[in-house]
């Protein structure tokens, strides 16, 4: 079996991706510091896939540990997520950011290096696009930020850069996502945000089992059809079935390339919380509210490249994305920090 290192492989996007990577016949090995993230999620993998998860509890800062890590199990790739990814939080403490985000970028790449293992999927993000000037988004588009998160990823997409042009032996897929929304079909694993969500989806989620009194739609008077700001939603077992495309491409290929994974279409929050009324059977209370500064009208994915490079396209729709996450916030109303599942 080929091995491949998870950084952040607890994490909502790893965990997940983890899942499809055993559906695919590889071998994957989980680093997490669970900074956060929650050792829980450990166990539910097993049940999902019926075997021992191979795991470790440690840092992508510490180098001589991952160089080690990787000589051990022979891996032949790694797939990083091992990175922070609050806007707000990263405003209001840049310092960890850049220290978790573009640090850890180079000093995991130092271990991989010195290890001999020289393919890398990086999880990138669609804000490294800042306030685009037109939708669809390639990825031929200009890069900017709008906050010290969304400048950690350019600068890592940069270091990636610079190591494929130094070192003709190194590969990676940059993976540049929309908005990973959903869970498993199974309940088990799914989005376990500490404190007041910051995204929109578990927000709604949240507020559907009652744990908050109602969702703030922050401005109602964009150019959107229904006034309300409009993002591309991609289910996130669809986002790992992309990485798990970008690798089958990295290694056999042994290409480097940089694509857009979202579903090439955008919902607006109205339309978020309407197929959310319906897939939890009730209505889910709102208050439209003045817009908050920085926030765009619209943003969604041109996804053509991944299709053509990967044979990958987004499958799951608005309401599977609904379904999904209403079946793991219902039962796991306090996430993976509850005894046992209801």
């Known amino acids: 079996m080929t091995n491949i290192l998870l950084t952040g492989g607890a994490g909502y996007i790893g965990s997940h991706t983890y899942v499809a990577l055993v559906s695919a016949g590889y071998r994957p090995i989980i680093l997490d510091d669970y900074s956060n993230s929650h050792p829980g999620v450990i166990a539910r993998l097993e049940d999902i896939t019926g075997q021992p998860v191979a795991h470790?509890?440690?840092?992508?800062?510490?180098?001589?540990?991952?160089?080690?890590?990787?000589?051990q199990h022979a891996v032949q790739a790694v797939l990083h997520f091992a990175g922070f990814k609050a806007v707000g939080e990263s405003v209001a403490?840049?310092?960890?950011?850049?220290?978790?985000?573009?640090?850890?970028?180079?000093?995991?790449?130092?271990?991989?290096?010195?290890?001999?293992?020289?393919?890398?999927?990086?999880?990138?993000?669609?804000?490294?696009?800042?306030?685009?000037?037109?939708?669809?988004?390639?990825?031929?588009?200009?890069?900017?930020?709008?906050?010290?998160?969304?400048?950690?990823?350019?600068?890592?997409?940069?270091?990636?850069?610079?190591?494929?042009?130094?070192?003709?032996?190194?590969?990676?897929s940059v993976l540049r996502y929309f908005n990973p929304v959903g869970a498993?079909?199974?309940?088990?694993?799914?989005?376990?945000?500490?404190?007041?969500?910051?995204?929109?989806?578990?927000?709604?989620?949240?507020?559907?089992?009652?744990?908050?009194?109602?969702?703030?739609?922050?401005?109602?008077?964009?150019?959107?059809?229904?006034?309300?700001?409009?993002?591309?939603?991609?289910?996130?077992?669809?986002?790992?079935?992309?990485h798990v495309a970008a690798l089958d491409a990295l290694l056999q290929t042994g290409r480097s390339f940089t694509v857009n994974l979202g579903t090439g279409a955008g919902h607006s929050v109205l339309e978020v919380v309407r197929a959310f009324s319906l897939a939890c059977g009730h209505a889910v209370p709102y208050k439209i509210c003045e817009r908050r500064p920085g926030d765009i009208a619209q943003c969604y994915a041109d996804a053509t490249l991944a299709l053509q490079l990967l044979g990958w396209r987004a499958q799951r729709t608005l309401a599977d994305m609904c379904a999904d996450t209403w079946r793991w916030q219902s039962r796991n109303p306090d996430g993976y920090h509850e005894a046992a599942i209801a």
């Not at 440690?58 to 990787?70: C, H, K, N, P, T």
């Not at 001999?116 to 037109?134: Q, W």
């Not at 700001?229 to 992309?242: F, S, W």
Request: aromatic content about 8%; proline content about 8%.
């Open 184 to 242: 498993h079909p199974s309940g088990l694993i799914g989005e376990s945000p500490q404190g007041v969500p910051n995204n929109l989806m578990p927000y709604v989620a949240q507020v559907a089992t009652g744990k908050r009194a109602h969702l703030n739609v922050w401005g109602a008077d964009y150019p959107t059809p229904d006034g309300t700001g409009l993002r591309d939603y991609i289910h996130v077992m669809d986002l790992a079935e992309g």
């Open 56 to 71: 470790v509890r440690g840092s992508v800062l510490d180098v001589a540990m991952v160089s080690a890590l990787i000589e």
């Open 93 to 172: 403490e840049p310092l960890k950011y850049f220290d978790n985000n573009i640090t850890g970028t180079v000093r995991l790449m130092q271990a991989m290096e010195r290890a001999g293992c020289r393919a890398l999927v990086f999880s990138s993000s669609a804000t490294v696009y800042g306030d685009p000037a037109a939708v669809p988004i390639t990825e031929a588009f200009p890069l900017a930020h709008t906050s010290p998160y969304g400048y950690s990823k350019i600068a890592c997409e940069h270091i990636i850069a610079a190591m494929l042009a130094a070192k003709p032996d190194w590969h990676a």
